[in-house]
């Protein structure tokens, strides 16, 4: 087994709290080997994969994760078996995952109903709400806004930290990178184009007379829509769902996140902490790579 450790520094923090787990487990460390970092984060980015012998099977993983974080590290656990996989595809979330804001909430804000929003996005992405409900509820309140914001907002878009790095290391090892967006197809577009992506799937963002018209477009991109789309797209490239990738942080995301064959929660709501298999807090969104082998 190995343990991968990110940190968002420049050197390795104390690891007392994941010593101590590794210890009581009866595992051992027989390797450590330093990780490469992009040379873009060099100067705040460290990592390090530790060998693990002894009683490794006693170890459950995420609750090294969750220890991990005591030592402000990112730590995931993989066997040699889920390193060696050759992922092919790899979907993202994009609100709070590639970019850092909900764009309904951005919306909102110059709608002048930024608060009553908010609210209701932070409780559906903590799996509070019904998706289909509470963004049906959301878009209507948008009614009236004048498309210009739209494409405002579209165009000042803050990355995530990291996504450009991931980017461009998926294109140069020939993976395809596809957006899967309980958002706006609007933002999604202008996602794809800066960050060299493949394709997207989201909401459509219905627009009359240069108006928001407030009003749903069928199908709305839940979690259901997610986890079937990344079914279809594996199916379309004749590969199996183990050699898949999904990146997200709501719970909406969580059937792509366990239906992938490396889930990685990013930043997440603790309700997809607890439930995914892999995730990165600390670090980038390049802290996915090291989870590929």
């Known amino acids: 087994m190995q343990l991968t450790i990110l940190a968002n520094s420049k050197a390795i923090p104390p690891l007392t709290s994941l010593e101590r ?12 080997t330093p990780v490469p970092i992009p040379k873009s984060l060099a100067d705040r980015r460290s990592g390090v994969r530790l060998s693990l012998a002894g009683s490794v099977d006693q170890l459950e993983p ?51 109903v930024g608060d009553r929003v908010a609210e209701v996005t932070e409780r559906a992405m903590r799996g509070e709400l019904d998706f289909n409900e509470s963004f049906t509820e959301r878009l209507g309140l948008l009614r009236g806004l004048d498309a210009l914001v739209v494409r405002e907002i579209a165009a000042s878009l803050p990355f ?27 933002f999604a577009e ?15 963002l219905e627009i009359a007379d240069n108006k928001l018209t407030g009003r749903a477009v069928p199908p709305i991109v839940n979690a259901d829509v997610k986890q079937a789309r990344l079914i279809s797209i594996a199916d379309s490239m004749s590969i199996d769902l183990s050699q ?35 995730q990165v807090t600390h670090v980038g969104l390049e802290g996915a790579l090291y989870l590929m082998g």
Do not use: W
């Not at 787990?21 to 450590?32: D, P």
């Not at 764009?103 to 002048?112: F, M, N, P, S, T």
């Not at 202008?190 to 459509?204: E, H, I, K, Q």
């Not at 792509?256 to 889930?263: C, E, H």
């Open 62 to 112: 995420r609750a090294v994760v969750l220890r991990g974080l005591e030592d402000g590290v990112d730590a995931n656990l993989q066997s040699s078996e889920e390193r060696a996989v050759d992922i092919k595809l790899a979907v993202f979330d994009m609100d709070s995952t590639l970019i850092q804001c909900e764009v309904i909430d951005e919306l909102a804000k110059y709608a002048g």
């Open 160 to 186: 995530s930290d990291g996504a450009h790095e991931l980017m461009l290391t998926l294109r140069a090892r020939g993976i395809r990178t596809v957006i899967l967006s309980g958002g706006f197809d609007v």
């Open 21 to 32: 787990l590794l210890e009581n487990s009866g595992a051992r460390v027989i390797e450590k």
């Open 244 to 278: 898949t990738m999904a990146v997200g942080d709501g719970a909406n995301d969580l059937k792509m996140l366990k239906t992938a064959g490396i889930g990685v929660a990013f930043r997440a709501k603790p309700v997809v902490r607890e439930q995914a298999r892999y």
């Open 190 to 204: 202008s996602v794809v184009n800066v960050l060299g992506m493949d394709d997207f799937v989201a909401n459509t």
